[in-house]
């Protein structure tokens, strides 16, 4: 069974930072890409970051320079650290990983298509809160 566990959330305040984690378990987490997306109340789900299975990473243009997305293969566990929050990176946070046949894709391919529940496995979620 595939399980993924984000965990790391919590309340900051603005210009604040805070590194989640995905665990994953019943794959490893070099064998798809892997990625984070967000959901604020009432907006839609953002992609905000991809790791690919060679490494290479993709972020949300809006988000770049203030994320990083790295995973330990030893721990089988995928990272994003978020530096410099705002009041809108309030949001519940989602690891995903990439199913079949999308595994071979880039990080810059998957990123658009990361929010769609079928292509993926989802966590539960860790919330982020940023406050003044």
Do not use: F, H
């Not at 993709?58 to 089988?76: E, M, Q």
């Not at 990123?111 to 982020?128: H, I, K, S």
């Amino acid at each position: 069974e595939v399980q993924l566990v984000e965990s790391g959330g919590g309340s900051v305040q603005t210009g604040g930072s805070l590194r989640l984690s995905c665990l994953l378990s019943g794959l490893s987490v070099t064998d798809q890409p892997m990625g984070w997306i967000r959901q604020s109340p009432g907006e839609e789900r953002d992609a905000v970051a991809v790791i690919d299975t060679t490494g290479g990473t993709a972020y949300a243009k809006s988000l770049k320079g203030r994320l990083d997305i790295t995973r330990d293969n030893d721990k089988n566990t995928m990272y994003l650290q978020m530096k410099d929050l705002a009041l809108q990176d309030t949001a519940m946070y989602y690891c995903a990983a990439v199913k079949p046949p999308a595994t071979r894709l880039t990080a810059d391919k998957v990123l658009p298509v990361l929010t769609r529940r079928e292509w993926n496995y989802w966590g539960q979620g860790t919330q982020v809160t940023v406050s003044a």
